[in-house]
């Protein structure tokens, strides 16, 4: 049921990708807020993410969850997206409804639960905050235009993440189109307040031929001699921050990326003072966590290392 909708965004998408490609007056899709320093320098501190919103003191990957992050000042925020089965984007992070809402009452006799087994209307009738605390009682699952919305309404900057995308052929296009339509392929949303991230290596190849623009990550930890091929495709690589040491840091820095700037580098899970002030003295670029304001706290009262 998506072929016909998936061309035409494809068709609508390659003719934007061709005002956007980099190397224009205004560098679109170049990593503004991203720096890197030259070896042995001072390092900048890294952005802070807050992971599915601030996920540790509201349910993940809700409004009220991106609402909390704001309010503690945290600008940039990550989800998940996935698709239902009439085709709705939707903002959740497991395959299953079962972890983060009421389906099983709701629907009893619709295991599994999957998100592509149920429609949109099903999915905003389940109640996706008891579970976390008994005052988010009522909250939604936000489809992508409602939580696109709501980040900008909140002057916010996204790290977008496709989830599963092998179980939904065409999600790329329908992200994207839903990023345009939001009017978050401009060259000031694209300039930075945008990433697109996957573990999946062939969407973003296809977000990246798509909207060349559109700054991408790739979720993992590549072998160093696999770097210039994700840089092909990839502006950074984001690995668990178990998998991050100094040495990595610096290989991945050593290689550019489709934008013609050093690959960036994102570690997640953080969500202790420690571990961030480790991965920031390694020299990362962002750290992602479920607890932003302890993370930040952490990164400010350290100063910047040199490698």
């Known amino acids: 049921m998506y072929a016909r909708a998936v061309a035409a965004v494809t068709t609508a998408l390659l003719g ?27 390092t900048a501190r890294p952005l802070v993410i807050g992971h599915r919103g601030a996920s540790a003191q ?4 809700t409004l009220a969850a991106i609402d909390r992050a704001a309010r503690l000042g945290v600008s940039w925020v990550e989800n998940d997206v996935q698709r239902t089965r009439d085709g709705e984007l939707v903002v959740i992070h497991d395959d299953s409804l079962v972890r983060t809402t009421n ?17 949109a209307a099903e999915i905003a009738r389940l ?3 008891s579970w976390f605390a008994p005052r988010f009682a009522g909250t939604r699952v936000p489809t992508l ?30 992200i994207l189109k839903v990023l345009g339509d939001e009017g978050w392929l401009d060259r000031q949303h694209l300039a930075g307040r945008l990433i697109v991230q996957s573990f999946g290596a062939d969407s ?58 050093p690959l960036a580098v994102f570690a997640w899970t953080v969500d202790d003072a420690d571990t961030a002030r480790q991965v920031a003295r390694y020299g990362v670029d ?9 993370v930040r706290t952490a990164l400010r009262t350290t100063a910047p290392q040199t490698p």
């Not at 990708?17 to 320098?41: C, E, F, Q, R």
């Not at 389906?103 to 429609?119: I, L, M, N, Y």
């Not at 909207?211 to 994700?230: I, N, Q």
């Not at 962002?286 to 302890?294: E, F």
């Open 16 to 42: 934007t990708a061709a005002l956007l490609v980099p190397g224009s007056d205004a560098k679109a899709g170049s990593p503004a807020t991203v720096t890197h320093a030259p070896a042995g320098a001072v």
């Open 58 to 61: 509201a349910p993940e990957n």
């Open 103 to 119: 389906v099983k009452d709701v629907f009893p006799h619709r295991a599994p639960w999957k998100v592509k087994d149920f429609t």
């Open 127 to 129: 109640d996706a905050g």
């Open 145 to 174: 235009t409602q939580y696109m919305r709501r980040v900008e309404h909140n002057h916010q900057k996204l790290l977008l993440e496709i989830k599963n995308p092998e179980l939904y052929p065409g999600i790329e296009q329908q």
């Open 204 to 261: 973003l190849r296809i977000v990246h031929g798509l909207a060349p623009a559109v700054r991408t990550a790739f979720l993992g930890a590549p072998h160093v001699a696999d770097l210039p091929a994700y840089a092909g495709f990839s502006d950074g690589i984001n690995p668990s921050h178990g998998s991050v040491s100094r040495g990595y840091v610096a290989a991945v820095h050593s290689v550019a990326g489709p934008h013609g700037r």
């Open 286 to 294: 962002g750290v992602i966590s479920d607890k932003p304001d302890v």
